[in-house]
């Protein structure tokens, strides 16, 4: 199969988005082969891989927001496969796009086909693999109904709380993780288990993650009860959360919850009040800019037994 042949697996919703025609076209024009499949349902991600590789595609490119380019990464990882991924950011969020460097433009993000492929580490849980991050909140609307407002306040922890204004509601859970030479248990508020930096839109949980070290990135927000008491006084007088943050960064973690602590993988949600998160060191092979903040150096690369 010649080595300019790719397959664009889209989500439906963009069937009719004329940035994505156009940058196919475009790329089509430069002597690329590229096919054009798109979903319809639950499952059709899986099944388009498979069908992809089976055909001899060495090139899937995953065109969508974070849960398709999830769905894609998982259904290629099941393989024991040499074809490389590139994105195509299409969602709302695109938080590990961003994260990562892609460019958000349908004709940019192809050019990615020309760039080297970089071995990236997955993320695990359950069976289930994740691209970008495990998050744990509190309350019905998790990541939900956040307003502009609330997000100057709060700057990155802004989209696990409801608003000021119902700041009553606000409570904490008890969580338990323990990690190589890692053990924290208490009531915390915040949750981030990180192959990438961010998630629900742009809010920072894990600023040092990165995708070819072998590694989850844990952050913790405690919630002391002098905290919860004071922690509104302190954001409304502008401190910010950064600094009250738990971190370590291992390459797996076992985290036990109590009722109350809702967490959603790559936005989706997460059963179970005992999980293994894990990093698959090298799971997947993706195409990232040359410069892309969540690689290492180049060269450089630590992936832990």
Known sequence: MSERKALLILHGKQALNEEVRAAVESKR???????????????????????????GYQQIIAGGG?????????????????????????????????????PLEPDQALDLLDAPARAIDLGEVGGQVFLNMATGGFGSQVTANTS?????????????????????ELHAAYGELQGPDFHWQGE?????????????????????????????????????????????????????????????????????????LYINLDGEPLEGDSLRFSARAGALRVHLPEHSPLLSAPGIANHPD
Not at 43 to 53: F, H, K, S, T
Not at 67 to 86: N, Q, W, Y
Request: proline letters at 3%.
């Open 29 to 55: 024009q430069q002597g690329w082969e590229l096919a054009v499949r798109v979903t319809w349902e639950a499952g059709d991600a899986q099944r388009l891989v498979d069908e992809g590789l089976t055909a």
């Open 66 to 102: 974070d849960g398709t380019l999830r769905d894609i990464a998982e259904a290629m990882a099941a393989h024991s496969t040499e074809a490389s991924l590139v994105l195509m950011p299409l969602g709302t969020a695109n938080d590990f796009a961003r994260a990562a460097g892609v």
């Open 148 to 168: 502009e407002d609330l997000k100057k306040v709060l700057g990155g922890a802004a989209y696990l709380f409801t608003g000021l204004s119902r700041f009553s």
């Open 188 to 260: 915390l508020l915040a949750l981030g288990i990180g192959n990438g930096r961010q998630a629900g839109g742009g809010h920072v949980l894990c600023p040092d993650a990165l995708v070819d070290d072998g590694l989850l990135d844990i952050s913790i927000l405690p919630a002391p009860q002098e905290l919860v008491g004071t922690l509104k006084n302190l954001l409304a007088d502008g401190f910010g959360t950064d600094n009250m943050f738990v971190r370590a960064r291992l390459p797996w973690v076992e985290i036990k919850v109590a009722e109350g």
